[in-house]
């Protein structure tokens, strides 16, 4: 039997701005550091959000501004960047995404050192520029192993690799299951809408819903945004009229004990990858209403669960949210089965998931010959 060859692993990400796909890289990266993994997390641009909290969980960090108009800038962090996987050598290179697949590829060419070349795709691999596309695609075939978060995306994906697909895994997002469970039976409840201030989020269409409705229940909004996304929100909170049942509650770092207090979970985006904040909601034992795009349907299963009405179909979503908001029973079984669903999705297996695939093919590509 091989011994463990995995001892370093570096993840990388083109942003230091905090989404969902960085969050999940940063308590990864945590959790490989807890097992014993030598880790650390290139951010290709200047420091950010991120790099706060990955020196909270402790975690190495180099900045790296690559994606910057300046060119001798953009060639000299490069070079940087180079440098430090040749001197450095880890044996896992994991990038995030597609414009730090590109970045991380480029330099893997070049190092030509004993490491796995991994690319993760999390929400879409659609770059949309024409040349950036095709400079993916060629790095996706250069990878080792491609890494999807959701079924959709491996579809995808699949269907761009060449030369193999069974380069293409699907590993999930990983939650952390917190002792406490929300109660659900509590009335009136509170619907909590955990999500980034951007358009494709959905706000302005679940406000027109609300719009309509007399329940009597309470609302409240969590998300990160610029002062103009989180201000546009303000104005059609008021426009709306609904300044007394929707709390606005912005840049908070941890929103467990508003999911612990709240009675279910309501997402109105119109995209989506796979959800962390469904996870977590999940994880805390809250029934979710969520429109049927992206991996949604690979969380949260119609009756069982919560709802998943159609892509903008707004009377059945306004349907949900009133059976949801009226019914105590029903927001606790729903609960319950979120709570086992999401045991599925912990961090633990996630991350044992990653390992164990790492493992096999770096034996299989550097040993096995």
């Known amino acids: 039997m091989v011994p463990e060859q995995i001892k370093s692993i570096y993840l990388v990400v083109a942003s230091p701005k905090i989404g969902g796909t960085e969050l999940q890289l940063a308590k990864m990266a945590s959790e490989l550091q807890r097992r014993g993994k030598t880790t650390k997390v290139i951010i290709l641009k200047s420091r950010g959000p991120l790099n706060t909290i990955l020196e909270r969980y402790q975690i190495e960090t180099e900045n790296f501004d690559i994606f910057t108009l300046n060119p001798i800038v953009l060639i000299l962090n490069f070079i940087k960047y180079f440098r430090l996987i040749k001197n450095e050598k880890p044996n896992v290179l994991y990038s995030f995404l597609p414009h730090a697949v590109i970045a991380s590829a480029i330099v893997y060419t070049f190092s030509k050192e004993k490491t796995l070349l991994i690319a ?5 691999a659609r770059t949309r520029h024409p040349i950036i596309e095709s400079v993916f695609n060629s790095s996706l075939e250069k990878s080792d192993l491609v890494i999807c978060n959701t079924k959709l995306i491996a579809q995808e994906i699949q ?18 299951i917190p002792d406490k469970i929300a109660n659900c039976l509590k009335m009136p409840p509170q619907g909590i809408v955990v999500a980034n201030f951007v358009p494709d989020k959905g706000y302005e269409n679940l406000l027109e819903v609300l719009a309509q409705m007399n329940n009597g229940c309470k609302y409240v ?10 201000n546009a929100i303000r104005a059609l909170i008021n426009s709306f009229n609904l300044q007394n049942i929707v709390d606005l509650k912005v840049n908070l770092f941890n ?3 508003l999911i612990l207090s709240s009675q279910f979970a309501i997402h109105p985006s119109m995209k989506e990858g796979l959800s962390n904040a469904i996870l977590e909601e999940m994880a805390c034992g809250l029934p979710v209403i969520a429109f049927d795009v992206g991996g949604n349907s690979e969380l949260v299963v119609e009756g069982l669960n919560g709802f998943l009405p159609a892509k903008y179909n707004n009377e059945k979503f306004r349907e949900a949210i009133h059976e949801l908001s009226s019914n105590s029973e029903l927001r606790a079984r729903f609960g319950n089965n979120s709570r086992e669903i999401a045991h599925k999705f912990s961090f633990k297996i996630s991350v044992t998931n990653h ?3 790492f493992e096999k093919t770096f034996n299989q590509k550097f040993y096995d010959s």
């Open 120 to 124: 993760g795709i999390r929400g879409t």
């Open 159 to 176: 269907g761009r690799l060449i030369a193999t697909k069974n380069k293409c895994h699907i590993i999930y997002n990983g939650v952390y």
């Open 221 to 230: 909004f969590c998300g990160n945004g610029s002062d103009a996304q989180i």
């Open 255 to 257: 929103i467990e004990e």
């Open 355 to 357: 390992l164990d695939l």
